[in-house]
């Protein structure tokens, strides 16, 4: 996603969550967070208010990423909820959509000289949605940080832009969101003395990469000042994939990623006041993907004066 659209996606939902957290007053950071995510980027993608207004729709968004990771019975639901959603943005599409926005972009490309089969089309739409609300995770563990170090609530208010993106990084290598990821050997491969044959599962450890001493001196400490960067092709921080972003198979979603949660930083910092009761903040290693046990729950929230 270009830099433009990432900023307008944090910007509507910097100012969006932070009217919902108020106007709720004893929110949980992970549902509402991703519930406004949905909201915002159903919006931005061009499906309309009605859709982006459609609970289930946005409740089913979050939950194909909830549960992405589950074995059993939770699979079939969660493709059960994929195959909705589909059938819900395939209705928009044929009812029309607004010229100039993503959807119509992804509904008129075409490739070898005709358009996207609308299947195809339907799965590119929703391959943007789901990522989007994914985010609802980092931002929790954002709050999680906040709620256990308050100095770096009070650190926050006052910092640069960029010293607020570090932050925003810090949290992306510390955050157990999906710690591996895997795929399939098309070719042979040979890599550090292994050989690889064509077919091969393979998983990548992208928080055992990110814990590394030689890589994150103090790994288990949160340093914000550790230079992080999502531009560069680095080996160690993997977040969201390795390699370069711009020729390999890393995800792209890094710079949303990062301004979406530093949006989050500056509603949690900046816009309201806030207490957090006593609740189980413990992260199971277990869960894939990983979040804070409850969520993160917030008290007594108001507009900051």
């Given at each position: 996603?270009?830099?433009?659209?990432?900023?307008?996606?944090?910007?509507?939902?910097?100012?969006?969550?932070?009217?919902?957290?108020?106007?709720?007053?004893?929110?949980?950071?992970?549902?509402?967070?991703?519930?406004?995510?949905?909201?915002?980027?159903?919006?931005?993608?061009?499906?309309?208010?009605?859709?982006?207004?459609?609970?289930?729709?946005?409740?089913?968004?979050?939950?194909?990423?909830?549960?992405?990771?589950?074995?059993?019975?939770?699979?079939?639901?969660?493709?059960?909820?994929?195959?909705?959603?589909?059938?819900?943005?395939?209705?928009?599409?044929?009812?029309?959509?607004?010229?100039?926005?993503?959807?119509?972009?992804?509904?008129?490309?075409?490739?070898?000289?005709?358009?996207?089969?609308?299947?195809?089309?339907?799965?590119?739409?929703?391959?943007?949605?789901?990522?989007?609300?994914?985010?609802?995770?980092?931002?929790?563990?954002?709050a999680r940080i906040l709620v256990r170090d308050p100095e770096w609530r009070d650190w926050l208010r006052t910092v640069s832009e960029n010293e607020m993106t570090a932050f925003a990084e810090e949290v992306r290598r510390t955050s157990p969101f999906?710690?591996?990821?895997?795929?399939?050997?098309?070719?042979?491969?040979?890599?550090?003395?292994?050989?690889?044959?064509?077919?091969?599962?393979?998983?990548?450890?992208?928080?055992?990469?990110?814990?590394?001493?030689?890589c994150f001196p103090a790994a288990e400490v949160f340093k914000p000042g550790r230079n992080l960067d999502w531009r560069r092709a680095d080996e160690c921080f993997v977040p969201q994939g390795g390699g370069d972003i711009a020729t390999s198979h890393?995800?792209?979603?890094?710079?949303?990623?990062?301004?979406?949660?530093?949006?989050?930083?500056?509603?949690?910092?900046?816009?309201?006041?806030?207490?957090?009761?006593?609740?189980?903040?413990?992260?199971?290693?277990?869960?894939?993907?990983?979040?804070?046990?409850?969520?993160?729950?917030?008290?007594?929230?108001?507009?900051?004066?």
């Open positions: 996603m270009e830099g433009d659209a990432a900023d307008q996606l944090a910007c509507a939902f910097e100012a969006a969550w932070a009217e919902r957290l108020v106007f709720e007053a004893t929110p949980n950071v992970l549902t509402t967070a991703s519930d406004v995510l949905a909201r915002v980027v159903t919006e931005w993608a061009g499906l309309g208010e009605g859709l982006a207004g459609d609970p289930r729709f946005r409740r089913d968004l979050f939950l194909m990423s909830d549960q992405a990771g589950r074995f059993g019975p939770g699979v079939v639901h969660a493709l059960w909820r994929r195959s909705r959603a589909e059938r819900r943005i395939h209705e928009v599409l044929d009812a029309g959509v607004d010229t100039g926005t993503p959807a119509d972009f992804i509904v008129r490309f075409e490739e070898g000289g005709r358009p996207l089969p609308r299947d195809v089309a339907v799965r590119e739409i929703l391959n943007i949605l789901r990522p989007v609300v994914a985010v609802g995770r980092h931002v929790a563990f954002a999906f710690p591996a990821t895997t795929a399939i050997t098309t070719e042979r491969v040979d890599l550090d003395g292994l050989t690889l044959q064509p077919g091969q599962w393979v998983m990548a450890d992208l928080w055992g990469t990110m814990q590394l001493e030689r890393r995800c792209p979603g890094d710079r949303t990623s990062v301004a979406l949660i530093t949006a989050a930083l500056r509603v949690l910092c900046r816009h309201v006041t806030w207490r957090a009761p006593e609740q189980d903040l413990r992260i199971s290693m277990s869960r894939m993907p990983a979040k804070p046990a409850n969520g993160v729950d917030l008290t007594d929230v108001a507009p900051e004066r």
